[in-house]
């Protein structure tokens, strides 16, 4: 039988405000446990929440950024439920009328663009951290985490493989850091995602039972937690069973999902509105304050690139992957808007390969674009050849040389032979010493065309323009 | 002295005829004496009282003292307090000592008063006659048979016994203003939002207000300008101009139009309250004041609304009281379940569990809709009785509690009985708007029987003026039990 992969994730994005949302303690990772934990945070008696207005205009943000609806009133509800990392035996989540409704993301799998559309994304508090190592068989409880704030974001089930879960999760990934409401540390679970999987015949319009895999913190746990989940649907149905409804967990190291708590186990959660806070009403002039500040977003910027600097739509999409990469390539670009192309081969190709081999991101680039875009010019003009031009990159790159471009050309010999009468006598020169490999040519042999452009250019050490190279030969031999 | 109103007391001070040391003293050895019998504090701390007192004498010898500074002011056990145990009439918090002060202690220390205890109450302020308190009954200082009424009625009995000249209360569903009524003093519930809610531990958040309790109305105003304003910790405390409560007290009654619920006057109410309501209101025709009937047709739904929302929210307020980060934890337990089970089990009474069970139940899945959703509804609807009530008069008046104080026990085994207690305090509880309860005389076996006052949202000052103004010409506030 064919089958139909349904996926729909639900995303936890820690927001990068300064202090908790319902308190003044700081969110900082890595401190001392408890040491970032408040009255507030502690729920001792009598305390009470204040909503944080960081908070709250960054997941407006997230919601201008997908087109989504921004509810106003917005309502906070308790989710009720007992575990010792969650003081208050509620957290304040929202439950009717989340801050954000629909909206969609774009993605592009290969050449295909599609449009995962979301369902919500609401505010929550982050729970603290139980600590079950080294406190001789009893547990700690660490709540500097308690109260961080968090903006779920749920989407439909609209993926349809491991591969489209993936692209959603990228560019969501991408487009919170764009916007600057989460740092995206998926170490530090900045950025955690569970995933909602179900299969169903091919054809088959109703949804099969789904099960949530909890807490995948990198983008390959999430593909490889899809693709054993799917399997092992797959293998029950075929083998004539049902799924059971139930949360599992992804196993890293055993690369295999296992039931974490059925249905029949889940909480009743008693969701009600939080006597604590009041609505939260967002008037039109605060969200056209937020459109203001808010950056050109990746997709118009993809568009723009694609429009404006003539770049498939594969360039433009890697070239907006993070809005530090597409600076980047704007800055080189903007002193040659013609040579677009050539800008983003350079990036995505020797500029991305070197950040990969060094680990580092492109705002340590040691090149810094207006030197690449200098170089580039170098090229475009014929002062290097692409290959030279590897090496003045090199040089830049290593800071060798901290010398302008010109200046590093120079000292290094680099400069292309572009003088027509000069390669004219060179040519002349390689012809006169291989008289064999041109009857060979003459006589069909094509490949000894290119052991002379070969000679040519081992005569100039490279620097002569192999296009100029080719042209004269190809006269001369004609 | 003890008879003396704040007024009188600041007087003492500023003329230096006593110290807030010695006025401090002074109610120390009375409640020293008296409490035992009445049972009306958790905690007494000469200590820290007397220290105050000594900072609170700086202050009236450099001129630097403003109303209440050195006046001895009794702390419903309620409110956090920072060093001080904070117990809220529940084995649960037996052992909590509060880090931090409640928003209300901060404004009565800025003002330079005493904190002469922490007083007595119904155990997480769930209860009508303060006999749910994990410490014990509190005693009615009229009768000791009797009960104070509940659940300030720790607060209520300490200033009607005496032992403290002004106490604070709590109100979620009266029980600021029946306690008051049955104690024969004066007491306020003001408009929700106006008392910063931080600090006080929460029974139902959306309708716990705090409020004061005093002898008379002009008390009940000096001690508002301390505990209102603003507080930004507190996201439903309202952000209005600072007023001054006392400015209104002098305002004739004249052309006053009190608004009888037809309502209240119907059934359920014992004859003698209904005397003694006859008779005030007699007085208040005297003073000027006109009355006409209106209507609060949905009043008779206020206590089984109140009964839903107020343990709804108590259920999920009470979760934090689980044994793991403080208060009361069992001793042996075999696992996280069974540590939860066994503190939770211990740390609360009866009357408590009930609510957390009636709380639970209705905001099940497959309950929410049919009791919290519709009992919303019904909430909105008592509101806008009020309103409407409102657009016919300017004060709505009639018995604080159906009946004078019934005697301890009687009605402990019968949560229905008791709950009825509250059957005129709680539609204004659940509409926020203000009430009060002032002493109007006595009823059967000599018990006092308690006028209550309705206003308009923000209408304190006008329901202290018509307080005040029955007050100036009638002495049922300075009578006092003779102990």
Known sequence: MQWEIVIGLEVHTQLSTQSKIFSGASIAYGAMPNTQACAVDLALPGVLPVLNRGAVEHAIKLGLAVGAKINSPSIFARKNYFYPDLPKGYQISQYELPIVEGG?????????EKYIRLTRAHLEEDAGKSLHEDFHGMSGIDLNRAGTPLLEIVSEPDMRSSAEAVAYAKTLHALVRWIGICDGNMQEGSFRCDANVSVRPRGVEKFGTRCEIKNLNSFRFLEKAIDFEVDRQIDILEDGGTIRQETRL????????????????????????DPDLLPVEISPAWIDQLKSVLPELPQARRARYISEYDLSAYDASVLTSS??????????????????????????????????????????????????AALLARIHDGTVSGKAAKTVFECMWSGELDQDVDAIIETKGLKQISDNSAIEKLVDEVLAANEQQVADYRNGKEKAFNALVGQVMKATKGQANPTQVNAILKKKLS | MFNDSLKQLSKRLADREISSVELTTEFLKRIKQLNPQYNAFITVDDE??????????????????????????????????????TTCGSKMLSNFVSPYD???????????????????????????????????PVRNPWDVAAVPGGSSGGSACAVAARMAPVATGTDTGGSIRQPAALCGISGIKPTYGTVSRYGMIAFASSLDQGGPMAKSAEDLALMLNVMTGFDARDSTSLQRETEDYMRNLEKPLSGLRIGLPKEYFAEGMSSDVEKAVEQALGEYRKLGAETLEVSLANSSLSIPVYYVLAPAEASSNLSRFDGVRYGHRAKAYENLGDMYRKSRAEGFGAEVKRRILIGTYVLSHGYYDAYYIKAQKLRRLIAEDFKRAFTHCDVIMGPTAPTVAFDIGEK?????????????????????????????????????VGLHIVGNYFAEARMLNVAHQYQLVTDWHQQAPDL
């Open chain 1, 104 to 112: 969609n993301i774009c993605i592009q799998v290969g050449e295909t």
């Open chain 1, 323 to 372: 809005r530090e990469i597409a600076d980047y390539f704007e800055a080189v670009a903007k002193q040659l808007p013609a040579q677009a192309k050539l800008c983003a081969n350079w990036i995505m190709g020797e500029i991305s390969a070197r950040l990969n081999k060094e680990d580092m991101d492109i705002t340590a680039c040691p090149v810094p674009p207006e030197k690449l």
């Open chain 2, 48 to 85: 820290k009282a007397l220290a105050q007192a000594r900072i609170a004498d700086q202050k009236i010898a450099t001129d630097k003292a403003i109303p209440l500074t050195g006046i001895p002011v009794a702390q419903k056990d309620i409110f956090c307090a920072k060093g001080w145990l």
């Open chain 1, 250 to 273: 992804y196993d890293a190291n055993k690369d295999e999902t296992r039931t974490m708590r059925s249905k029949e186990d889940a909480n009743d959660y008693r969701y009600f509105p």
């Open chain 2, 102 to 136: 409640a928003c209300v202690i901060e404004r009565f220390n800025q003002a330079g008063a005493v904190n002469i205890g922490k007083t007595n109450m119904d155990e997480f302020a769930m209860g009508s006659s303060n006999e749910t308190s994990f410490y014990g």
């Open chain 2, 412 to 448: 402990s085994s019968d949560p229905i009985q008791m709950y009825l207690s509250d059957i005129y305090t709680s539609g204004a509880s659940l509409a926020g708007l203000p009430g009060m309860s002032i002493p109007i005389g006595f009823g059967e076996k000599n018990r006092p």
